[in-house]
């Protein structure tokens, strides 16, 4: 583990915290005089379950207590809605086969999850596990927080990362910035540290894949190419289990129970558990109870192997890409840092050795090293780290629709970002005065092949005949790999006004109203948490008094004593309904102080007490 | 060329560079890739120089950097940056470098999927379609044939990047603008061709590993 240069110069400055929103787990970090720190929660783990469940009551229940209502209320609680961030209904229709959850009608361009009564997006989903990280980090630290970066697979497009950008929204947070997964890796490693050279990180999580190579030379951290696909991961490796156990389970028990949802994820479980086991030791027990029912397979991992083998060989063609697109041979890598869950697998561990010719790193934890990268990059956008930085790329072309259904490639994968282009655009009928975008994303040749990413549409153009205008559009990339679109008229040179139709995800209205109802709704809001905790502190000090003065004690105070604390009492009861906890901790405080010679008094009393039964 | 301007915060007259020299505050981007890389126009460019200077200026322009300053400013930082990232992939290509100072000269250059033949190479385009025509019907027997030829379109561009490396250097001499275009009027002319074997090239890979698939 590096040491870290931290400025603390700036002591008073917001704090910025790293977020990992994972597929399986979420975690929060933050950076420490000593490093980067996750930050754990309540049941003293740092790993949160990124698992929502909606109750009755309109409220949810987030993490551990969640996954224990994956079996109770399979409909009503949601796992893996990573996968489902920024996708259309037909982008996953195969695996929504196998998840227990109902989709609600109309979710071409966002699903919209029916549960119980209510339907929500994926970045609302999310949007509960930030809250809850973020409610985590307040009681840690003490502080509000309102700032953050969070981590997204590499291999992510535009309407992933925006999805994520609006669960933070959502869920309160500025989002500084969006990181790669495996780029804030390699910062949590402090690889720079011990020599400048070329890295490779494969990063195999639960439900994405993500490889990216590095140049470090001087605390400089340059993509030179990423690739990836982020529909591969240790889910795949689940459901693959899971099928074969349902079909073995069908045939020993004369019953399929595929299509009932508690039984699938009693199932689902075990399934994991015996997964997880074979990481380290050679064989593990499937077992399974179910009404009564009883299903025992001894698992070998040389078998377990085989029934996976294809999936971890997935991988592999991306990491050749990548090699290619950097234009490098696996001799030139000089170090390969493993990240994700599922690189625990002992076949991923020897697929990517013999890929590479290199022995994989493995010594920080798979599971948190994205967080504490994060946690990294957070301190380098508050300036409290100096020495770093991180130039990433973006994973896919970008392009545009012309004539005949081909896309024009303006930006190549693998650029540098922030990266722009800019295109001319002229109309083709006299008066025009709209001209229309299509913007694609991927490296398919034929529109009907790639993916639409928005259209854009030049509004109010002043009419001219046909081929006079000249739009100037400006096609920019952002550090968070995200498109922004800005067009001038070149005749007049003035701003030429935009408007954006995303193909897929939520407009910036219905994100807005989003934000707005869940400050309404917001329970663990830190204001309204702030003002509780002082009344649970008043509530406390109210019934000490109240025992205090049926106490012997009462009466060794004088009449004065006595009415300052009725006194004091009374101002804490005026305050105690309002809104302003920092208010209702001044009267605490100063009751505090008008009883503390009854406190003392009381315990003399108590202490005598004590001391009359005993002999000294 | 150089475009001089007013400081937008302090009002300092004649800031031609990144940062104010009175308020240090960054200002608009010089949109040119070698002003913005403080370079002469020269098409012969040391790369450990550039990646150097690209480390240094992206230090100094990455959004990163201004995440606790103004809107002006991040602004700025993010136009800065996307032009420093983009010259930086063309200057450090010789082909896009060159391409780049063409263009900048007023040159035209010839549309990328051209199809027009050069005489020189008739005789090969013509041998060529007919190995990837058998290849399409099916017949693998041209394969070794095509490996060969793709051999030997590989060994004409290596042959021709040599020249205009040549032709770089003699660019860079020239005492004057004049004397340059000359040059670069050569240099188009191998330019055009390299990008015509190119294509040659990449239908070839096309082709193979369609197959592959």
């Known amino acids: ?616 | 060329m150089s475009t001089e301007h007013n400081c937008w915060k302090c009002g300092t007259p004649d800031v031609a560079s990144l940062f104010c020299r009175y308020c240090n505050s960054l200002q608009a981007p010089i949109p040119n890739y070698y002003e913005f890389f403080g370079l002469d126009c020269q098409l012969s460019l040391n790369p450990d120089h550039l990646q150097k200077q690209f480390y240094q200026l992206s230090r100094l322009l990455h959004p990163d950097r201004y995440t606790r300053r103004s809107e002006q400013e991040k602004h700025y930082s993010l136009q800065a940056s996307s032009i420093l990232n983009d010259a930086y992939r063309v200057l450090r290509d010789p082909i896009r470098r060159s391409e780049y100072v063409l263009n900048q000269a007023g040159f035209e250059i010839g549309d990328p999927r051209n199809k027009e033949v050069p005489p020189e190479l008739l005789e090969e385009v013509f041998e060529l379609n007919m190995a990837l025509d058998e290849l399409r019907m099916g017949d693998t027997e041209v394969l070794p044939q095509l490996d060969e030829m793709r051999q030997h379109f590989m060994d004409m561009m290596a042959e021709m990047d040599g020249e205009l490396e040549t032709q770089f250097l003699a660019h860079d001499a020239q005492p004057d603008d004049e004397a340059r275009r000359k040059v670069l009027t050569g240099i188009r002319a191998i330019l055009n061709r390299r990008r015509y074997i190119r294509n040659l090239v990449d239908e070839v890979d096309k082709q193979l590993t369609s197959r592959n698939a």
């Open chain 1, 1 to 616: 583990m590096s040491t870290f240069q931290i400025d603390f110069s700036s002591v008073n400055k917001k704090r910025i915290v790293g977020i990992d929103l994972g597929t399986t787990n979420s975690l929060i970090a933050f950076m420490d005089l000593t490093g980067p720190e996750v930050i754990p929660g309540a049941d003293g783990s740092a790993l949160l379950p990124s698992i929502v469940s909606l109750n009755d009551d309109g409220t949810f229940t987030t993490g551990a207590a969640a996954r224990r209502l994956l079996i109770d209320r399979p409909d009503r609680t949601v796992y893996s809605v990573k996968r489902l961030m920024g996708r259309g209904v037909d982008d996953v229709r195969d695996e929504l086969r196998l998840f227990p959850f109902h989709i609600a009608s109309g979710s071409e361009q966002v699903i919209r999850l029916q549960l119980g009564d209510r339907q929500l997006t994926p970045p609302e989903i999310s949007a509960q596990v930030l809250r809850e990280l973020k409610h985590r980090a307040e009681e840690y630290l003490g502080e509000e927080i309102t700032q953050a970066v969070i981590t997204v697979p590499a291999y992510f497009n535009d309407a992933q990362r925006q999805a994520t950008k609006d669960a933070g929204r959502i869920a309160g947070l500025e989002v500084l910035r969006l990181v790669n997964e495996p780029t804030a890796a390699s910062l949590a490693y402090g690889l720079d540290k011990r020599k400048d050279g070329v890295v490779a990180v494969y990063d195999l999580g639960g439900g994405t894949f993500d490889i990216s190579i590095l140049r470090l030379k001087e605390g400089i951290f340059e993509v030179l190419a990423t690739n990836g696909d982020t529909h591969l991961g240790g889910d795949d490796i689940d459901n693959r289990m899971l099928s074969i156990a349902l079909e073995d389970i069908a045939a020993e028990w004369g019953e399929d129970v595929s299509t009932n949802g508690e039984a699938v994820q009693t199932i689902r479980q075990a399934v994991i558990e015996a997964k997880e086991k074979l990481s380290f030791v050679p064989t593990a027990t499937l077992e399974i109870h179910y009404q009564g029912k009883q299903y025992l397979r001894e698992l070998r991992r040389d078998l377990f192997e085989q029934l996976i083998k294809d999936i971890v060989d997935r991988t592999l063609g991306p990491c050749r890409q990548a090699m290619r697109d950097a234009g490098l041979q696996p001799e030139q890598i000089d170090e390969v840092v493993m990240v994700g869950g599922s690189t625990r697998i002992p076949l991923v561990r020897s697929a990517v050795e013999a890929l590479f010719r290199a022995k994989p790193h493995t010594d920080l934890n798979p599971d948190e090293v994205v967080a504490l990268g994060a946690a990294v990059q957070a301190a380098i956008l508050s300036g409290d780290v100096q020495d770093k930085l991180l130039l990433d790329v973006t994973p896919l072309s970008l392009g545009i629709e012309t004539m005949g259904g081909v896309v024009s490639k303006l930006i190549h994968r693998n650029s540098t970002i922030p990266a722009s282009a800019t295109e001319v655009f002229t109309t083709s009928v006299d008066g025009q005065q709209n001209v229309l975008i299509h913007v694609l994303q991927g490296e398919r040749e034929l529109v009907k092949d790639g993916r639409s990413l928005a259209r854009f549409d030049l509004k109010d153009l002043a009419p001219v005949p046909a081929g006079m205008a000249r739009i100037e559009v400006r096609f920019l990339i952002d550090a968070n790999g995200i498109l922004n679109v800005t067009a001038r008229d070149l005749r007049s040179g003035k701003e030429q006004s935009v408007e954006v139709k995303p193909s897929y995800g939520l407009t910036d209205e219905q994100v807005e109203a989003m934000v707005l109802e869940s400050f309404e709704k917001a329970e663990d809001d830190f204001q309204a948490r702030q003002v509780r905790e002082a009344r649970v502190e008043a509530d406390t000090i109210f019934s000490a008094v109240e025992k205090a003065r049926s106490n012997d004690a009462w009466h060794t105070l004088d009449s004065d004593e006595q009415a300052a604390v009725d006194l004091a009492l009374n101002e804490l009861h005026m305050v105690y309904h309002g809104e302003d906890h920092l208010l209702i901790r001044d009267r605490i405080e100063k009751l505090d102080n008008t009883t503390r010679r009854l406190a003392e008094n009381m315990m003399n009393t108590a202490v005598r007490t004590a001391l009359k039964g005993t002999k000294v």
